[in-house]
């Protein structure tokens, strides 16, 4: 049984999350060839269809030869699919930039996150804006009712 333990390396594996509004995406990157599946799913079949282009960015954007040497893993839930989808791609680009950190050189890790942070800020960074609460006195957050003086 020891000797079982002793021959099993640890595996080499990064946790990272991505968020927009209320939604969450965790992806768990880990040593593999190139696989990319989202809560069980290819990542090439995301619905809707309109908004896949916009989840495979991080992709595209920096070549298909730096994910070949690692499998991604991703659970995403909240939200609604627009949201999602930009949780995903966050999520996406902080484990690659997470994963070759750690596991790879510190000179591939900075060109992977200039080229993101250069294209578009949020695939590294959250945005911090929440929907904001409704008060009493009118329709919606700063809305008021209409006053009437008769």
Known sequence: MAAVAATTSPVESVQC???KKTAVAVTHCKRGRGLIKLNGTPIELVEPEILRFKAVEPILLLGRHRFSGVDM????KGGGHTSQIYAIRQSIAKALVAFYQKFVDEQSKKEIKDLLVGYDRTLLVADPRRCEPKKFGGRGARSRFQKSYR
């Open 17 to 19: 999350f991505g968020r």
């Open 73 to 76: 893993r991703i659970r995403v």
